[in-house]
C-alpha cells in the first residue's frame, strides 16, 4: 500500500511538470489556434540557459528567475518576428515552422553545450523537508513550485486588466479590437507566458531526468497527451489532464512490475512509456477531441 | 469645414472580390445617420471598411484626421466605436467582463471613471445591472444587443457606428432599444452611423439617410425625403 | 461552443500547383534523364574514380529517399493530410523485409510486394482514426508516432523478431543469373527500376480520377464531399498507398544497408522525410526526387558542411544536419513555401511571360 501511494505521489510530481508544459502549449492554442510542437525544446533551451548561468557562479534562485525572464522576452520575440508574417500561410507552412523552430532549438543546445548528460542542481535540500519515505523533498518541491506558478496565473488572467484583454483577445480578436485591444501584443504576450512557463517546467524536470538537449521528448509527448485529455482549448483541464497523465503514467508502470513479479509475464514497463503516451493522445482524438472539459469547435460552411 | 466623418472613393475588397466601388458620403456631429440596402449592397462592408478591417482604397476621414489602413484598434481608440454585426460579444465572459474590457483602454479599471460609465450605462438598460455576473452567450438576443451598445458606450465614444441592431429581435424589444438609441445620442452626444434592413424604423430614427446598391451610393438627403421617395418606397418600405 | 472562421478552411498546404503533373515536354526530360541514369553505372568500367562503388552507392540512397519523399508528397502534397511521423512506415517496410530476410531466408525479389501490402494496410490502418482529424491534429498525432517508434520497435515481446536494441543485420544482394556487375551496381539498376516504376504509377494515378479527387480533397474537402467524392475511402486509401510508397523505400534501405536497428529510425528520420517534401517542392513528382537528392546530400556533407563554417566562416559552429534542416524549414517557408522545385515553377512562369 505504501508503495502504491509513493506512486501516486512521484505521479503528481512528473504530473506537475506535465501540467505546467500542457498548461503553455493550451495557452498558445487557445489564442492562435496553432499546436506549438517546438514548446519542449525552447523549454529545454531555457535551462542550459539557466544552468550556464550556475556554472557561472549565479546563485541557483537567481539564475532561475532570469532564465524565466529571458525566456519570457524570447516568446515574445519568436512570436513578433517568426510567427506574425505568417498569420495567413498555410497550415503546413506553420507546422513546418514549428518543427524548424524545435529542430534549431535542439541542435544549438547540442552544439553549445554538447550532448553529453550533465547534472542539474535541485534547490530543495534533501534533509529539509519532504514527507519522508512518501515524496522525496525535491518532488515535493516541483508540485508546490507548479501550484505556485498555476495559481499567479489564474490570478493574472481573471484579475488583472492585462489577463482579461488576453483572454478577451483569445476568445475573440476582431471583437477585441473593436474594444481598442492591441490583439497582436497580446499574441506575443501569450507566447512569452507560455515560453516562461515552459522554462519553469524544464528547470524543474532537470533535476530529475538529467540535462541533455533530448530531454524534453518524451516529456513533450506526455504534456500533449495530458493536454488532450483535459481538453487543449481549456486551461484548467490541461492542468488537470497533465496531473492525471503523470499519475496514469506511474500507475500502469507498477501494475506492470506487480504483474512481472505475480506472474513472471512482461506485459509493459518504463521501456513503453512513449508507446503508452501515443495511445493516449490517438485514443483522445479520434474519440473526443475536446476531452473531458474543453470545447466543441463548430465548422461553419 | 471638414465634416466629422467624411468617406470618399472608398474601395473595399474581400481578398480579391471587390465589395465597395467608391462610396462617399459625409456626417455631420451629432446626427443620427443611416446606411440603407439589400442585401449584399454592402452596408456592412462599409463599417467594416471604415473600422479598417477589411482591405480598402479611398479616403475615410475621422475629425480631419485621414484613418484610412490604420490599425482598427486604434481607429477605436480615436473615439470610434463599432458594434458588430451579431453582437460580437465574448459570450465565455461575464457581462461584466464585457463591459470592463471596453474600458481596458483607459489604463486602470477599478478606477471611479469607470464606475461613473457602468452607472451611466445601467441607467439606460437597466436589465444589464441584475446579470452583470453571467456568462454574457447565456443573455437573450436583446439583452445581449443592449450589452454590445453598452460596450461601444464604454468606449465614451464620439462617434458610433451600428450594424444591424434590429436583427433577430423582437419587435417590442427592438422599438425599446431604438428609443435608448436616440436618448444617447441626445444626452450623451454620440453621433451615430446606423445599417440597417428594416428600412422603415431606421429611417424614423435617422435624420439622414444613403441608400447602397451594390456597392455604391444611389441616392442621399434628409431622411423626410428619401423616406417619400418612390424608389424607396417600392424597394425598400413596401409601398 | 465557437465557430472557426469560414476562410480557415482554405487549402492546408501550399502547392507547386493545384493542376495535376503535365505530359509533353515534361516526358521528355524524364526520359532523358532516366537513360543517363540507366548508363551510368556501365561507365564504372570507363571512369572507375568518378563512378566508384560508393558513389554509385550515394546515388541508390538518393534514389530510396526521393521514393520516401514521393510517399509523403502523396499523402500531404497532393491530399492535404499532415504527416509528421512517415518515418513509422519506413521502418515497418524496412523490418518487413529485414525479418522476411533474416528469418525466412526469402529472397529479396519477393520482398517488395509483400512489402507493399504490410505497409498499406498499416497505412490505411492509421488512415481510419486519422479521418477525424485536421491540419494541427492530425500532425500532431503523426508527431506522437514519430516519438514512439523507436520505443515500440525495442518492445519486449517483439524482440525475437526485430532483434531489439541490436536490430538485425543482413546481407547485401548479388547480382542474379551471373551477371558481371558489382553488389553496388546491381542495387543501382535494381532500385533505378522500382524507382521509375512506382514515380510511374504515381505519374499515372495522379492525371486521372484518382488524383483530381485527391486534390480536390485537399484544396475544400467539404465541397468536395458535396460533389459526391467519397472523401472516406479516398482518404484512407491515400494512407495506405502512402505509407507502401514509404515502406518500399525503407525496405530497399534495408538492403542497402544490410542492416537495421531501432534507434536508425528515431524522429530525425521523420524530419528528413519533411525536409524533403518542402525543400524538393509540395505536390511534385519531380519535387519529391530533388527532395531525396538534398537530404541524402546534407546528411553526407555534414563533415564537410561543418568544416565550411568552422574554417571558411569563422563561426565557431558545429553544423549539424539537424541544424540545417532547422535553418532551411524556418527560411524556406518565408521565401519559397511551394519548395524548389516550386521556385523552378514560377521562375519559369516568369520568363516566360
Not at chain 1, 507548479?146 to 490570478?155: E, P, R
Not at chain 1, 483522445?284 to 475536446?290: A, D, F, G, H, Y
Not at chain 2, 472608398?10 to 462610396?23: C, E, I, P, R
Not at chain 3, 514519430?146 to 525495442?154: F, G
Amino acid at each position: 500500500m505504501e508503495q502504491l501511494i509513493q506512486q501516486v505521489a512521484s505521479g503528481l510530481a512528473n504530473g506537475a511538470i506535465y501540467a505546467c508544459v500542457a498548461l503553455a502549449l493550451v495557452m498558445i492554442f487557445v489564442s492562435t489556434s496553432h499546436i506549438n510542437f517546438a514548446q519542449g525544446e525552447m523549454a529545454m533551451f531555457s535551462t542550459y540557459i539557466s544552468w550556464q548561468m550556475i556554472q557561472w557562479g549565479v546563485g541557483y534562485w537567481p539564475a532561475f528567475f532570469l532564465a524565466v525572464g529571458v525566456s519570457f522576452v524570447g516568446g515574445v520575440l519568436i512570436e513578433r518576428i517568426v510567427l506574425r508574417p505568417l498569420h495567413t500561410a498555410p497550415v503546413l507552412s506553420i507546422v513546418v515552422v514549428f518543427i524548424g523552430l524545435l529542430a534549431i532549438c535542439n541542435s544549438v543546445a547540442g552544439t553549445a553545450w554538447s550532448y553529453l548528460i550533465k547534472e542539474y542542481p535541485t534547490p530543495f535540500p534533501k534533509d529539509k523537508f519532504g514527507l519522508s519515505g512518501l515524496i522525496g523533498a525535491h518532488q515535493l518541491g516541483v508540485v508546490v513550485v507548479t501550484l505556485i506558478v498555476l495559481t499567479m496565473l489564474f490570478v493574472f488572467f481573471r484579475y488583472t486588466p492585462l489577463g482579461l484583454a488576453m483572454r478577451a483577445a483569445a476568445q475573440n480578436p476582431v471583437s477585441a479590437r473593436l474594444a481598442g485591444v492591441r490583439v497582436d501584443w497580446m499574441l506575443a504576450l501569450g507566447w512569452g507566458l507560455a515560453a516562461a512557463v515552459g522554462a519553469v517546467a524544464g528547470m524543474m524536470v532537470a533535476h530529475i531526468v538529467y540535462l541533455d538537449p533530448n530531454m524534453m521528448g518524451g516529456i513533450l509527448l506526455y504534456a500533449f497527451a495530458g493536454a488532450l485529455l483535459g481538453g487543449i482549448s481549456s486551461p484548467g483541464g490541461a492542468v488537470l489532464g497533465g496531473f492525471m497523465v503523470g499519475v496514469l503514467e506511474n500507475l500502469v508502470a507498477y501494475l506492470g512490475n506487480a504483474i512481472e513479479k505475480g506472474f513472471g509475464v512482461y506485459i509493459i514497463g518504463n521501456g513503453e512509456k512513449l508507446t503508452v503516451a501515443l495511445i493516449i493522445v490517438i485514443t483522445v482524438l479520434t474519440l473526443k477531441p475536446s476531452g473531458l472539459f474543453g470545447r466543441v469547435v463548430v465548422k461553419r460552411v | 469645414m471638414a465634416a466629422f466623418l467624411e468617406v470618399s472613393g472608398l474601395k473595399a475588397y474581400y481578398g480579391q472580390t471587390q465589395a465597395l466601388y467608391g462610396v462617399g458620403f459625409a456626417l455631420e456631429q451629432g446626427g443620427i445617420t443611416t446606411l440603407l440596402g439589400a442585401n449584399g449592397a454592402g452596408k456592412t462592408t462599409t463599417l467594416r471598411a471604415i473600422c479598417n478591417m477589411v482591405r480598402t482604397e479611398g479616403t475615410v476621414s475621422f475629425n480631419g484626421q485621414s484613418i484610412r489602413g490604420r490599425p482598427t484598434e486604434s481607429i477605436v481608440r480615436l473615439g470610434v466605436a463599432h458594434v458588430p454585426e451579431g453582437r460580437g460579444t465574448f459570450t465565455t465572459l461575464t457581462v461584466e467582463e464585457n463591459l470592463r474590457i471596453a474600458a481596458y483602454t483607459r489604463g486602470s479599471m477599478g478606477g471611479a471613471e469607470v464606475k461613473r460609465d457602468l452607472a451611466m450605462v445601467f441607467e439606460y438598460f437597466p436589465r444589464l445591472k441584475e446579470r452583470m455576473q453571467q456568462q454574457a452567450g447565456t443573455l437573450s438576443g436583446g439583452e445581449q444587443q443592449m450589452l454590445a451598445v453598452s460596450r461601444a458606450l464604454m468606449l465614451r465614444p464620439r462617434l458610433m457606428l451600428l450594424d444591424e441592431p434590429s436583427f433577430g429581435l423582437a419587435p417590442l424589444v427592438v422599438q425599446e432599444i431604438f428609443r435608448i438609441l436616440r436618448r444617447i445620442n441626445g444626452e450623451s452626444k454620440v453621433s451615430m452611423l446606423l445599417v440597417e434592413q428594416n428600412a422603415a424604423l431606421a429611417l424614423d430614427l435617422a435624420d439622414h439617410a444613403y441608400v447602397l446598391e451594390t456597392g455604391r451610393v444611389v441616392m442621399a438627403g434628409p431622411s423626410a425625403v428619401v423616406k417619400n421617395d418612390e424608389n424607396v418606397r417600392k424597394s425598400y418600405l413596401g409601398y | 461552443m465557437t465557430t472557426a472562421n469560414p476562410a480557415d478552411t482554405a487549402s492546408a498546404v501550399p502547392a507547386v500547383s493545384s493542376a495535376a503533373p503535365r505530359a509533353g515536354t515534361d516526358r521528355l526530360w524524364v526520359w532523358i534523364v532516366v537513360a543517363v541514369a540507366a548508363v551510368l553505372p556501365l561507365l564504372r568500367a570507363v571512369v572507375p574514380d568518378v563512378v566508384s562503388d560508393y558513389r554509385l552507392f550515394l546515388v541508390t540512397t538518393m534514389m530510396i529517399a526521393a521514393i520516401a519523399v514521393l510517399g509523403l508528397n502523396l499523402l500531404t502534397g497532393f491530399n492535404g493530410q499532415i504527416s509528421l511521423g512517415h518515418g513509422a512506415f519506413y521502418a515497418v517496410g524496412a523490418y518487413t523485409a529485414a525479418i522476411l530476410m533474416d528469418k525466412l531466408n526469402a529472397p529479396y525479389w519477393t520482398l517488395l510486394p509483400v512489402v507493399f501490402i504490410v505497409c498499406f494496410v498499416v497505412g490505411f490502418l492509421f488512415g481510419l482514426p486519422a479521418l477525424r482529424l485536421e491540419g494541427h491534429y492530425l500532425a500532431l498525432a503523426t508527431f506522437a508516432l514519430a516519438l514512439a517508434v523507436p520505443q515500440m520497435l525495442k518492445y519486449k515481446w517483439l524482440e525475437d523478431l526485430t532483434g531489439g536494441v541490436q536490430g538485425i543485420v543482413l546481407s547485401k544482394p548479388e547480382a542474379p543469373f551471373g551477371l558481371p556487375l558489382s553488389e553496388d551496381q546491381w542495387l543501382y539498376y535494381y532500385t533505378l527500376a522500382v524507382m521509375v516504376l512506382l514515380f510511374w504509377a504515381a505519374w499515372n494515378m495522379l492525371r486521372g480520377r484518382s488524383g483530381r479527387a485527391m486534390m480536390a480533397i485537399r484544396d475544400h474537402q467539404m465541397a468536395a464531399d458535396t460533389m459526391g467524392i467519397n472523401t472516406a475511402q479516398y482518404k484512407t486509401v491515400t494512407f495506405g498507398i502512402s505509407a507502401a510508397y514509404t515502406g518500399i523505400a525503407g525496405a530497399l534501405s534495408a538492403s542497402a544497408i544490410a542492416f537495421v536497428a531501432p534507434d536508425s529510425f528515431g524522429f530525425f528520420l521523420s524530419i528528413s522525410l519533411l525536409i524533403g517534401l518542402v525543400v524538393g517542392g509540395v505536390a511534385s513528382l519531380t519535387g519529391s526526387v530533388i527532395g531525396g537528392i538534398f537530404t541524402v546530400l546534407v546528411q553526407n556533407s555534414a563533415q564537410a558542411l561543418s568544416n565550411f563554417v568552422k574554417n571558411d566562416i569563422g563561426l565557431p559552429y558545429d553544423l549539424s544536419p539537424y541544424s540545417v534542416y532547422g535553418i532551411l524549414l524556418l527560411v524556406l517557408m518565408y521565401v519559397m513555401p511551394t519548395g524548389i522545385a516550386g521556385g523552378v515553377v514560377m521562375a519559369w512562369r516568369r520568363l516566360r511571360r
